[in-house]
């Protein structure tokens, strides 16, 4: 009984677990997103920033294989080598000893150790440009992450924007069918002309077609906001929130330059420049250095093995390379003029960005303003020129003239207050205070 009991308990949890984890995978992706929400899952998920990630991951591994030659070097070599004419396996080792054993077939291995005592200072120069390959990644990867969350945010509030654009086109789609229904009714009675149901009719239609047009553009920018968050574009997005106009008092300006990670980069590649012209010269300069080996060699049939070792401490200088090692010291500190005259121009480009998010702050705020005033004005004309024309007192060219009007501003509404939010993303991303918004957005 007790066994007939359990496999009934498992049939009905197999049957019934996999319907609850659909049903929960579903309610997951069905959840409305927040930005905050957005943004959190971006930094998590964009493959993207991942790869940056990585990179950085691996800079910090060049500085530990960099670091490594500062260390002893030791290989395994073994070899075997067949000669025309017999010699000695090894050397005499001196007098009243084993004469030493011929053979044409030489086998050997030996253990090769080298150790860098000076190398013009090439090799410390290789770890610092190696670190400062790390901070050039990690500012990267900074930038990276203040460009995706510029980027969601963008986008986010463009489908906010766009959804407020598409309710307002629909409530106005629904006063035009409404009007059209009048119509034909105030047709039937000879009150309108033919031609005036007509002009309705195309209006309608038209409104229709925008519809449709503003509904695929919500769903080609849920796409792209997809792909920033690391789904499939097919995955449907549900967005929660309104735009509104929020205070927004800008902290600081040029001063805040220095703080922009491509700004930092721009600097950290300045000083890799200026090692690498210290690298370069280093090739003029001696070489000093310990090598030694270890091992056995022996002749045919491994007769004859014998242990050999060699210890030495050894000095190289270049005395002439073809003026290869002057022309690379050339190009160095002409590679150096470049990342100087670079970070400037990218200084004097992150100024001007800052400039313009401030004035684009400030003209979106006039647009609001406009805006709001237009809004209540073209709503009631809206309204009066249809009771003109459902009266018989209007045309129905000045009733559809004032429609439009009425959408326009509506819509020219929306697009200030994206235009505002928009102009506050690119202040915050020129000044690097952008990655704020997570704990910003928190607080609200």
């Not at 929400?37 to 910090?60: E, G, M, R």
């Not at 080792?93 to 077939?105: A, D, E, H």
């Not at 086109?169 to 047709?187: G, P, R, S, V, Y």
């Not at 009066?384 to 429609?403: N, P, W």
Request: glycine residues 6%; contains cysteine.
């Amino acid at each position: 009984m007790k066994h007939i009991l359990k496999q009934t308990v498992l049939s009905f949890l197999m049957c019934v677990l996999p319907f609850s984890l659909v049903q929960a995978q579903n309610a997951s992706v069905n959840t409305p997103l927040t930005l905050q929400k957005a943004i959190a899952i971006a930094l998590k998920q964009s493959p993207f920033l991942k790869a940056h990630q990585s990179a950085v991951q691996a800079s910090k591994e060049g500085v530990r294989a960099a670091w490594g030659a500062h260390l002893p070097q030791m290989d395994l070599e073994a070899g075997y080598t067949r000669l025309s004419d017999p010699v000695a396996v090894v050397p005499i080792k001196g007098f009243g000893k084993r004469p030493p054993f011929f053979s044409k077939n030489i086998y050997e291995w030996k253990v090769v150790t080298y150790l860098p005592i000076y190398e013009g200072g090439r090799i410390s120069r290789t770890v610092e440009i190696s670190r400062l390959e790390e901070a050039i990644s990690t500012s990267q990867e900074r930038l990276t992450r203040e460009d995706l969350v510029a980027n969601v945010t963008n986008l986010f509030n463009r489908i906010l924007q766009l959804k407020d654009l598409y309710q307002a086109q629909k409530e106005t789609l629904k006063a035009l069918e409404k009007t059209l229904l009048d119509t034909k009714n105030l047709l039937r009675v000879g009150r309108v002309a033919p031609v005036d149901l007509m002009r309705i009719e195309t209006q309608v239609a038209a409104q229709r077609q925008d519809l449709v047009g503003t509904q695929e553009l919500i769903r080609r920018t849920k796409e792209s906001l997809a792909y920033l968050l690391g789904w499939q574009a097919q995955r449907e997005i549900t967005v929660k929130g309104k735009l509104k106009e929020v205070p927004f008092s800008p902290q600081g300006g040029p001063e805040l330059i220095s703080q922009r990670p491509d700004v930092k980069a721009a600097q950290e590649r300045v000083e890799e420049a200026r090692k690498k012209v210290s690298y370069e010269f280093g090739g003029h300069l001696p070489q000093v250095y310990i090598q030694s080996n270890y091992g056995k060699k022996a002749g045919a049939g491994l007769h004859g093995e014998e242990e050999v070792w060699q210890a030495g401490l050894y000095l190289k200088l270049n005395l002439f390379s073809g003026g290869t090692i002057s022309a690379r010291v050339r190009e160095a500190r002409a590679r150096l003029l470049e990342a100087q005259h670079l970070l400037q121009d990218l200084k004097l480009k992150a100024n001007q960005e800052i400039l313009h998010a401030l004035s684009s702050i400030q003209e979106a705020r006039y647009r609001i303003a406009a805006a709001k005033s237009a809004l209540e004005s073209s709503k009631e004309s809206f309204r009066i020129e249809k009771l003109r024309y459902l009266t018989g007192a209007g045309t129905v060219t000045d009733m559809l003239l004032a429609q439009a009007q009425w959408l326009d501003a509506r819509a020219r509404y929306f697009q200030a207050l994206y235009d505002y939010h928009a102009a506050i993303v690119s202040y915050k991303l020129a000044t690097a205070t952008i990655l704020s918004m997570k704990k910003e957005k928190k607080d609200e």
